[in-house]
């Protein structure tokens, strides 16, 4: 259990030997060792500890964390502190499991992919899976001092259970990567996406319910068929006239509605998907790299390196190195 309230400020202390200092001005780069105590109280509790590998990344005031839990085993997560905690679902399904916030009915929802999870500062959040296949998620841990509306009015953050927002997971998934990169030179960008989230996240239910209409995107069914096909034929190459034909739209239209719902062309979702589980994979050291390039759908390992570099800024060795 904790011993103390969690802050912001002590997410990504104390500094390891693994770190190092920056030129003078710039921002501290923590890729924390969370096998330390005083570093794992602050942030998410996992029961049992060796249930999971995770990978900390960033520096205050943000701070990721890459958790992966194979599948058939039981874990518990729980988290309340200073911090707001969005916690982002990349891949794996549980046969039994129940996810709770304070002031929110449980949810004993079983495939949770591409959905979200928001708890705001001060709330008690608490989290089971036994594991049906291997699962990913991301925590995002956010500095309320940071997460301000730039328009000047007072944000106000409802908690929310396994919701289903392309816009803001299209953000958020920005700013994870912007963490993971572990560039100090992101910092303008973080504080512009935190703006933007805190927009986000703080708009009504029904208006985040139908931003993607306003858009002109892909109506909740259509998404729903293309990301399920895109799943279930990862490895594979997916034409464009295919999916177009899956939610019955012209091949012109589809490519504006779809980059409209999502954020980016499909090909490029398609590819971040790819590295997304390549992710999961690389977690397991059982797997050769080769062979993970192989099962998310790239022939040479090469071409495999390339992309994940480009996604992550990480190396598929060294991304595996840093897992715990």
Excluded at 111 to 128: C, D, I, M, Q
Excluded at 131 to 151: C, E, G, I, N
Aim: some cysteine; hydrophobic content about 40%.
């Amino acid at each position: 259990m904790m011993t103390s309230t969690p802050t912001v400020e002590n997410i990504a202390v104390p500094l390891d030997r693994s770190h190092r200092r920056l030129a003078e001005g710039e921002q501290i780069l923590a890729r924390p060792d969370l096998d330390d105590p005083e570093l794992v109280d602050p942030i998410i509790q996992v029961t049992p500890v060796d249930s999971i590998k995770r990978l900390g990344t960033g520096w205050r005031p943000w701070f990721a964390e890459s958790v992966y839990c194979p599948s058939g085993n039981k874990v518990e997560f729980r988290f309340q502190g200073h911090a707001h905690l969005l916690v982002l679902y990349h891949a794996g399904a549980r046969r039994d499991g129940e996810t709770s916030i304070d002031g929110l009915a449980p949810s004993r929802v079983r495939s949770f992919v591409n959905k979200l999870t928001f708890v705001p500062a001060g709330h008690a959040y608490r989290e089971w899976h036994e594991t049906s296949v291997s699962t990913r998620m991301t925590f995002l841990y956010l500095d309320p001092a940071k997460l301000s509306r730039s328009d000047g009015a007072c944000a106000s953050y409802a908690p929310r259970i396994y919701f289903e927002d392309p816009i803001v997971c299209e953000t958020a998934a920005k700013m994870r990567n912007a963490i993971e990169s572990g560039a100090p030179r992101n910092v303008a960008y973080l504080e512009a996406l935190s703006n933007v989230l805190a927009h986000e996240l703080s708009c009504p239910d029904d208006v985040a319910h139908n931003r993607s209409l306003h858009r002109g995107g892909l109506a909740t069914w259509q998404r729903r068929a293309v990301v399920g096909y895109i799943e279930d034929h990862l490895s594979e190459q997916v034409g464009l006239a295919t999916l177009a034909k899956i939610v019955r739209l012209s091949e012109h239209h589809f490519c504006r509605s779809f980059k409209q719902s999502f954020g980016m062309p499909p090909h490029q979702y398609h590819v971040r998907r790819r590295i997304e589980s390549a992710k999961v994979l690389l977690a397991d050291r059982a797997i050769p790299i080769t062979e993970i390039g192989l099962i998310v759908g790239y022939s040479q390992a090469s071409a495999f390196s390339v992309a994940f570099r480009k996604i992550t800024g990480w190396a598929p060795s060294e991304y595996r190195r840093e897992f715990r």
